[in-house]
């Protein structure tokens, strides 16, 4: 198994050997990544997450509530840019843990956690944080380039969290270089 998980899923030496050191555990992970891919994802949502609940309860991943395809569907709004790690094992993960029969875009629609990736609504706000700061946008033009991430900080702080890092990144470089 650890052969394969290196070969097949990519996977480093060490998370082989520790997703596999039980096999109840290596059966989850391998129920996990039937339904999704993104195999370096699910392993350390299995190493993370998972491991830190199941150590918490001092519990063996058969008391796990949440069903592999519930989890694949969590960690496919994250990996789609939907939702934010951080609000995903923190916010929606517990929530999850609390409530295993809910849906997982669900919850995370509910809890007011899912990521503004849309121009449209990431704009504005880069709008009003350049604006505010034109003094730095100046700085940057100049050559300052690390003021981008005071930017990028900002826009997040505007949109309480929601704005898709990425793509508020990937814009602010298209206003600032100009």
Do not use: C
């Amino acid at each position: 198994r650890i052969l394969q998980y290196m070969t097949v899923f990519q996977l480093s030496e060490y998370d082989a050997r520790v997703i596999t050191e039980e096999r109840s555990f290596a059966d989850y992970f391998e129920r996990l990544v039937e339904t999704h891919s993104a195999y370096k994802a699910a392993a350390n949502w299995m190493l993370g997450p998972v491991k830190n609940w199941l150590n918490e309860k001092a519990a063996e991943i058969s008391a796990f509530p949440l069903a592999p395809e519930q989890l694949a569907a969590l960690i496919k709004l994250v990996e789609g840019g939907q939702l934010s790690f951080s609000a995903a094992s923190t916010k929606v993960f517990m929530g999850l843990l609390k409530e295993p029969a809910k849906d997982p875009a669900s919850l995370a629609a509910e809890l007011n956690v899912l990521q503004q990736s849309e121009a449209s609504s990431i704009e504005p706000l880069i709008e009003k944080v350049l604006e505010k700061y034109a003094d730095k946008v100046l700085e940057y033009r100049k050559g300052k380039k690390g003021l981008l991430a005071l930017f990028v900080g900002e826009v997040m702080k505007q949109s309480k969290g929601k704005a898709d890092p990425k793509k508020t990144n990937e814009l602010l470089l298209q206003k600032l270089n100009v």
